[in-house]
T-cell receptor, first 112, second 117 residues
Framework: AQRVTQPEKLLSVFKGAPVELKCNYS??????LFWYVQYSRQRLQLLLR??SRESIKGFTADLNKGETSFHLKKPFAQEEDSAMYYC??????????????FGTGTKLQVIP | SQTIHQWPATLVQPVGSPLSLECTVE??????LYWYRQAAGRGLQLLFY??????ISSEVPQNLSASRPQDRQFILSSKKLLLSDSGFYLC????????????????FGPGTRLTVT
């Protein structure tokens, strides 16, 4: 079974402070991990994926297989980063099809 | 470019009434399709997914059902709504991993807010 845990429902930080949104996963195979973001009144959309190893809007996330984590980080938070963030894991189910499991989400609130 | 539509945007239905939510995708073929329910504090719960016409997998036993009558059409239904069916329903699509061997990102629709009274 695959599982994604986001321990924080709400994370409040001041503008300019570092941000770390935690994500831990459980999966027996080789996972592919994603971070999705939902800004107010907008659709849920992909922020970044671990395979790309890219930085999007200043955010990065490193897959740590030893700790089974994929934490999202940004050195200096901006007000426009306030949103709901979901960590997601893509694996292959018993039928050989892609199955995506989402965490419960973390609401990031950046205080001016 | 690909787009995904959902309707209606909002719906208020009495308990015991039927439900039909529709999702359509444009600009791609043979997508994987998904229905999620998004609830505060519970995140995104996968309800159904489909890898092809008539192929539906249910993740959570419940009062709902899904159908895929056409390649790019995905319908969420219920014969009799319960109060607990209230929520925000999201449809999503992705590429077909089975063909490519890689995972694709999911693209989400605007969602339907369902209130059962």
């Amino acid at each position: 079974a695959q599982r994604v845990t986001q321990p924080e429902k709400l994370l409040s930080v001041f503008k300019g402070a570092p941000v770390e949104l935690k994500c831990n996963y459980s999966y027996s195979g080789s996972p592919e991990l994603f971070w999705y973001v939902q800004y107010s009144r907008q659709r849920l959309q992909l922020l970044l994926r671990h395979i790309s190893r890219e930085s999007i809007k200043g955010f990065t996330a490193d897959l740590n297989k030893g700790e089974t984590s994929f934490h999202l980080k940004k050195p200096f938070a901006q007000e426009e980063d306030s949103a709901m963030y979901y960590c997601a894991l893509s694996g292959v189910n018993s039928g050989g099809y892609q199955k995506v499991t989402f965490g419960t989400g973390t609401k990031l609130q950046v205080i001016p | 470019s690909q787009t995904i539509h959902q309707w209606p945007a909002t719906l208020v239905q009495p308990v015991g009434s039927p439900l039909s939510l529709e999702c359509t995708v444009e600009g791609t073929s043979n997508p994987n399709l998904y229905w999620y329910r998004q609830a505060a504090g519970r995140g995104l719960q996968l309800l159904f997914y489909s890898v092809g016409i008539g192929q539906i997998s249910s993740e959570v036993p419940q009062n709902l059902s899904a159908s895929r009558p056409q390649d790019r059409q995905f319908i969420l239904s219920s014969k009799k709504l319960l109060l607990s069916d209230s929520g925000f329903y999201l449809c999503a699509w992705s590429g077909d991993m089975a063909r490519s061997g890689r995972s694709y990102e999911q693209y989400f629709g605007p969602g339907t807010r369902l209130t059962v009274t």
